[in-house]
């Protein structure tokens, strides 16, 4: 899973004395163990599925901020490279096709009232699938 891969290359960053990725690399590794530590954590619910939800949301985060760092006339330099960096983790988003072949080898009728199931099964083969595209796969379908 990911976050063991993270541990490497943590100490690999530290080898090179690259401070940038390691600070990445730390915060991603905080986020992690903030959820692992949270109140009801499950063992189960920390899957690849989860990992990536959870770069998703500081990628959103930290790209929010970079644009607000743009837009106050700051430097981005530093920001832009960390951004960067928690993008390279990151799979690329499945397409569209390949979204909708998933919904149909799911074996669920395409509709809105079935999204919990099928959104499992699509997640389940591109954990990097958000709801959003999901749903309007099934849109697209229905």
Do not use: C
């Amino acid at each position: 899973m990911l976050h063991t891969e993270i541990n490497r290359h943590i100490a690999e960053a530290m080898k090179a004395k690259d401070k940038n990725r390691l600070y990445v690399l730390k915060m991603i590794k905080a986020k992690f163990l903030e959820f692992q530590t949270s109140k009801g954590y499950k063992e189960e619910d920390f899957n690849e599925a989860k990992e990536i939800a959870i770069l998703q949301k500081m990628e959103k985060t930290w790209a929010d901020e970079l644009q607000s760092f743009r837009d106050a006339g700051r430097d981005v330099t530093e920001l832009a490279e960390q951004v960067q960096i928690l993008q390279g983790f990151l799979p690329k988003e499945p397409s569209n096709d390949e979204i909708i072949a998933a919904i149909r080898e799911s074996g669920f009728p395409p509709e809105m009232k079935n999204m919990r199931n099928i959104l499992a099964f699509v997640q389940q083969r591109y954990p990097a699938a958000s709801g959003k595209l999901v749903s309007d796969a099934i849109r697209q379908l229905s």
